[in-house]
């Protein structure tokens, strides 16, 4: 055999070393951006099941909107940054959490489809009832964007839920 026969065989030899590295990198990369999905997704259940963002869900279905409504002080502090603790507006904690949420899928960090799957029946119901009061605060601040994030995540729990809710026949 010649040398050239030799080089070429060492080369094409060292071409499938490096191919055969190259897609078993890929495949790590993948199952590491799996593991790292999942601790994402692990990580939003749990603030989904934290007593504050239970308590704040509790109280949006059962005291918010008749507050918001006729409690002008309660209003005012709504609107009011800085004022609007999670000590005095349970509803914060459930905006904070959508927020957060909200900005990890929308830059890919969080599956939102497994997100969806664990929680759109809450996050849409909540937004059902904060949607308004938002959009009053936008207006009094004159800040569109104000918790652009958490609206983002309820729209995409609700296009989830529509995909994925069975159709009745009637």
């Known amino acids: ?4 026969a030799v080089s070429a065989l060492a080369t094409l030899f060292t071409g499938v070393v ?19 999905q999942l601790e ?6 749990e603030m989904f099941s934290t007593a504050d963002f239970l308590e704040g869900l509790r109280f949006l279905r059962s005291d918010f909107e008749r507050q918001f ?18 000590a005095s507006h349970r509803e914060h904690q459930v905006l ?38 938002i959009a009053a605060l936008r207006e009094k601040r004159n800040d569109p964007l104000a918790w652009e994030n958490a609206e983002i995540l309820a729209r995409d729990a609700a296009k989830w839920l529509e995909r994925h809710t069975p159709k009745t026949t009637g």
Request: proline share 4%; hydrophobic share 50%.
């Open 69 to 86: 409504n006729e409690d002008p002080q309660f209003r005012e502090d709504f609107f009011t940054p800085l004022k609007n603790s999670a």
């Open 18 to 36: 490096i191919l055969a590295t190259v897609a078993v990198g890929l495949v790590q990369l993948s199952e590491l951006r799996r593991a790292t």
């Open 1 to 4: 055999m010649s040398w050239e």
């Open 40 to 45: 994402g997704v692990v990580r939003v259940a």
């Open 96 to 133: 904070m959490v959508f927020e957060l949420v909200g900005t990890y899928i929308k830059h890919g960090l969080v599956n939102g489809e497994a997100i969806f799957d664990i929680g759109s029946t809450r996050i849409v119901g909540a937004w059902r009832i904060l949607g308004p009061a």
